[in-house]
């Protein structure tokens, strides 16, 4: 889940643009950490240090570790640290932004501190972080646009992030939260949550977009704008307010009722006031999400 | 049940889930004829009609949700065999289906494993 945040993390500090992250997180997938990125990040050795190595390397056929050492950058026990440490998932999209020349070390190496500061991060927090981590990564998220959650939106709002990693995949990027009360549709799928709180939740996109997270959703290969591809949009929704109402009652001993999903056929959606749309960046396009108090 | 064919009917509003439960199903069964329905009305109108040996149901479902579904085949039959399966897996929509006369409850999203042990102990 770090990946996602530190994206729209740099988007918010006007570090990268929407294209220029859209295009690192496509690379992700073949994209391998490098050492130089994880000492910096564990503060072993500065951005001008990797920087230096980096070039020498160009010079002489040595690994990165060997010069680091010789040039006592790096010390050998933090070297071994360094090969068996696991990394966070957000240093390979910060390194592919560095590789694709849209940031410098210098510049990752200072966007790292904020983002760990911001949202408390451990010197190095896993890949499995933990739910409680993952509440103050969203939270944060939320209060950099302005807007405050109850528990109970921001249990929604983790368990979706969830989800998306979880049905869809991990390789996007959420953008800020956008306070609405009317919102232009495109294919718009909403499903009503009411009980002791009531929602309604939605999720939107573009014919062709729907296409491809639904073949993602289904693990099938849809085509064409179908029943299927309809039919996997409303699939995840109503997937993931049932997962909701699970915690909801698991947590709070609170019971909520759904509404069958279904296909909002109106081109604008109104929304009372306190409702909300996160555009959601994936490779194959845009998903916006929809939060109606 | 031997080699004779199976009568199965799936009761879900969405097509996908209907097709992902069936080829599931497909997976352990080899001769199997599939009912659908895609509301709880239909579900119960078909189970009437058609008399099948095992119904899986959604829970949340248009025109008539699942558990008003389970009571009112159950009111004509007893007997009828009904899994529930439902991302909805909360205690008091489980204690709800049981007491409305569901033998079983699958949590979505289906795990294969499941449905073989569901088919395996209900399908003898």
Redesign the interface.
Known sequence: MFAQFFGSYLLSKNAVSPEQLTAAITKLADTHIKLGTLAMHKGYMTASEVDEVCFLQTREDKRFGEIALERNYLFEDQLEDLLKSQNPDYLLLGQTLVDSGVISNTDLETLMVGYQAENKLEEAPSEDANQEETQTLIMNFFEAADEQLSDEALMYMNLIFNNLVR?IGEDFTPLAPVACTSYDTNYCVTQSISGPINVTSGIDMEEDVAIAFASRY?KMEFHVFD??VK??L??FL??H???F??NM??AYST?VA???P?HNDVPTYKMDKGSFVIPVIYPFGTIYLILAM | MGKENVKILVGD?????R??LKDTILKFEESVEFIDAANGQEAVDLYLKEKPNIVFLDI???IKDGIAAVSEIIQNDPSALIVMV???????QLKAAIEAGAKDFVQ??INPDQIKNVLASHLK
């Open positions: 049905f289904a029943e299927y039919a996997s409303e699939d109503n997937l307010n049932g997962l109402s699970v009652s698991n019971e759904l509404d069958p279904m | 509003d969405s097509i996908l889930a097709k992902q949340v479902m248009p439902s991302s909805v897996g909360t205690q008091v979505k999203p």
